[in-house]
């Protein structure tokens, strides 16, 4: 509830009276995030992936727009957050990506090595290197960023050796 009711509270004031009915758009994203709580239970192939983007990284997604809009100084977040279009697309596209079939990453780790963990640890790697570079106005990159390495590491073929 909390990412749509954060989403709903940028939006309604950014939308004039004839428009305010579209804030209620974010009612999608609960509703699919319980669609996506109720598959991954009773699936059991989730245990070392995941099937659609996990519900907690969808809040991540959110939540961190609002950080970076509060703490950095780049325009394009504030842009972003600002802009009614922007917040609908955002609020449907992460809804709709909770209930898709799209492999992620589980970024549980089974044990430290390298071998096994690959995308794990080039996420980290990723991340890192964007808060380094960008500070504050990463945060919204975190998740992109988890599922463009999530695509690659389940889409690149296997290693022969």
Do not use: H
């Not at 059991?44 to 959110?62: D, H, I, R, Y």
């Not at 990723?126 to 889409?155: R, T, W």
């Amino acid at each position: 509830m909390a990412p749509a009711f954060i989403i709903y509270k940028l939006l309604v004031p950014l939308l004039d009276e004839s428009a305010a009915i579209l804030a209620f758009i974010t009612v999608l994203m609960p509703v699919c995030a319980a669609l996506r709580l109720a598959k991954f239970n009773i699936d059991p192939e989730q245990s070392t992936s995941f099937k659609g983007l996990p519900t907690p990284a969808n809040a991540m997604a959110v939540i961190s727009l609002v950080i970076a809009a509060r703490y950095s100084s780049v325009p394009v977040v504030n842009s972003f957050i600002q802009s009614p279009a922007a917040l609908i697309v955002y609020s449907v596209v992460l809804s709709i990506l909770m209930v898709t079939r799209i492999p992620l990453l589980s970024l549980k780790f089974r044990n430290l090595k390298f071998k096994g963990n690959e995308g794990r640890y080039i996420l980290i790697g990723l991340v890192l290197i964007s808060f380094v570079i960008f500070g504050f106005a990463a945060a919204p990159m975190i998740i992109p960023e988890y599922i463009l390495v999530s695509l690659i590491i389940n889409y690149l073929p296997p290693n022969p050796s």
